[in-house]
């Protein structure tokens, strides 16, 4: 195969040939278009996620805390043999 021959680079000289509006330069002193707004899809997931994030500090110190506090108070009383 020739380097001329080359089918790939032919496809892209035919996009690139193409006059297409998104490919135009601005005019100068044109401010480019506003992008659109798009609606929160996740809007609720995403804010319970964080809330469970900084939440999770606190449910591990409690968690710590109860473990703790049941080793402290233990009566004894368990399956021990000695």
Known sequence: MKPDDDPTADFLDAVRAEDTPW??????????PER????????RTRAAGRA??????Y??????????ASGAF????GDQSG
């Open 36 to 43: 659109a707004e798009r609606p929160e899809r996740w809007g």
């Open 23 to 32: 490919r135009r330069d601005r005019p100068v002193g044109e401010p480019a």
């Open 74 to 77: 233990d009566d004894g009383s």
């Open 52 to 57: 469970a994030a900084q939440a999770a500090p």
């Open 59 to 68: 449910l591990q110190a409690a968690a710590l805390v109860a473990w703790l």
